[in-house]
């Protein structure tokens, strides 16, 4: 028998901004669509600085369309 994941997937709601020197808020924005999924980037709410990254791969299979 196949063990479920006991969780999907997090995303970070407070990060450490170097700039402001403690935890801060984040926006998650989409940077990157790739071909194995999609590449976020954490920016503080204060000052706006890039405080980290993450990359969501797909678990699907992406099929892509040429014309």
């Known amino acids: 028998m196949r063990r479920m994941d006991s969780f999907g997937d997090f995303d970070a709601t407070e990060l450490y901004c170097p700039r402001c020197r403690r935890s801060v808020p984040v ?3 989409l940077l990157l669509v790739l071909t194995n999924g999609e590449k976020y980037d954490y920016t503080c709410v ?3 600085t890039s ?11 992406i099929s ?3 014309k």
Not at 51 to 61: I, L, P, S
């Open 27 to 29: 926006r998650k924005r």
């Open 46 to 48: 204060f000052c706006g």
């Open 51 to 61: 405080v980290g990254d993450k990359t969501d791969t797909d678990k699907n299979d």
């Open 64 to 66: 892509i369309l040429l």
